[in-house]
DNA sequence: TCGGCTACCTTGTAATGCATGGTACCTGGC
DNA sequence: GCCAGGTACCATGCATTACAAGGTAGCCGA
């Protein structure tokens, strides 16, 4: 989630939407909101309410500066994860 | 767990070693044995006691088919998410 | 026989994914 | 005016799971 933000502000809705393009990241409103909560409450990510051009408002999503050092911090360890897990199923540079 | 036995039939704190050498992939015997657990409930692995030449018995764990087949599709799935967190990330290729 | 090592396992807590259901705003058709 | 449908936000409850902590017991050597 904090990935998606790195490249400028969006709304829930919005990212429900995005990650549905992505094979694999598929996640519902019921997993989003919960999660944009404690992001909040932890100060990684700022809000801002803006009016949509039609329909009800939407709260935007931004990273902090918080969140921007725990994207990069969560980066180095998934590297380290993903490595870890190709070597145990022999799954380094497959494709899909 | 279930490719660490790919490759043969193995005891708990054997398991627990094993992972201590994967960069990543510490685990505990808190988090190994309900995990063990579950994996016999739902027949994925087989189990036999076997004399250890200095010590308490031990249980060793090997895969059974519905184990090979779960891991077979846990490779599968695995490939996709480590592409969709990469592809978000910007850490395709990146090494550790 | 007793301390230390090895090995197995259970229990309780906290985090989290998700289904479900609810509230509210806005627009267009009648 | 009003109401149905679409959009958008959010809370609650349940199941799963990682882990810390603690418990039991076999084996061996001093």
Redesign the interface.
Known sequence: ML??LSSGERYGVELVRALAD????EITEGTLYPLLSRLRRDGQVTTSWQESPSGPPRRYYGLSNVGRQALHE??????????????????AG???
Chains 1, 2 share one sequence.
């Open positions: 990935a998606l992505v094979d694999g990241m969560f980066r180095d360890e998934w590297i380290r994860y993903r490595d870890a897990v190709d070597k145990l199923l022999g799954t497959a494709a899909s």
